[in-house]
């Protein structure tokens, strides 16, 4: 059994507050509830939730005005927040979009799309709460079966060049260097020349074969996993 996603409920209504717990509760996950920022505050200062259901209209402090406030926080800053509003117009919904928040759920909502939202956004900021599979692009990789796929085809790895490939998956797009790697795939532990980086590299692109090219060198700073199809130059690598 994986952990049951946390949710901190930012909600000053009582029987909302309370509906959306029980229904949280029903569906495998663990709520919380602060009726107002500064119980929320206290809350995230003591647990880092999965997911932030944060109410728009809340006495003293705006639901939009917390969300900036985590958004900037580099502590809460990967949070996912779904806003909670009776606001159903554009102007709002693009403010609360802004203002950082990953969706919003108009006020009433039913209970399946609440969780449908939820889900969704778990997904899309946290692999591992959905079955744990990655996927960037064509790529597939998942934690709970150590398989790796590439246009459906699976790809065998040794177990440093799958830990590699799912670090970079999870952080793709960014550039990270040799160091960086070190430290986050083989551990800070260890004593690894940063060369040992380039030649698990080697090793992963040559058994992701077409995916392969995924994995940039990035002249002068590392590597990056990237989506977006490489053009084809002179290898650097
Ligand atoms: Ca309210």
């Not at 209970?111 to 692009?137: D, Q, S």
């Not at 790529?139 to 150590?146: C, E, G, M, V």
Request: aromatic share 6%.
């Amino acid at each position: 059994m994986r952990n049951m996603p946390r949710v901190l409920i930012v909600e000053d209504e009582p029987a909302i507050a309370e509906l959306i717990a029980v229904n949280l509760r029903h569906n495998g996950f663990q709520p919380t509830w602060a009726m107002d920022s500064a119980t929320a505050q206290r809350e995230l200062d003591a647990v880092l939730p999965d997911v932030i259901l944060l109410d728009w209209m809340l006495p003293g402090e705006s639901g939009l005005s917390l969300a900036r406030k985590w958004r900037a926080d580099a502590r809460t800053k990967a949070v996912p927040i779904l806003m909670l509003t009776a606001r159903g117009d554009e102007a709002d919904r693009v403010a609360g979009l802004d203002a950082g928040a990953d969706d919003y759920i108009t006020k009433p909502f039913s209970t399946k799309e609440m969780l449908a939202r939820i889900r969704a956004v778990l997904r899309r900021r946290t692999p591992e709460h959905a079955g744990g599979v990655v996927a960037i692009g064509e790529l597939q990789l998942d934690t709970a079966t150590h398989r790796v796929a590439f246009q459906g085809q699976p790809v065998k790895l040794g177990p440093t060049e799958f830990k590699l490939l799912h670090y970079l998956m999870k952080h793709a797009e960014r550039v990270h260097s040799r160091a960086q790697l070190l430290d986050k795939v083989w551990g800070d532990h260890v004593f690894i020349e940063e060369r040992t980086v380039d030649v698990h590299v080697k090793r992963l692109r040559e058994a992701l074969g077409g995916a392969g090219a995924m994995i940039e060198t990035v002249r002068g700073a590392g590597y990056r996993l990237t989506a977006q199809t490489p053009i084809q130059t002179c290898s650097g690598a």
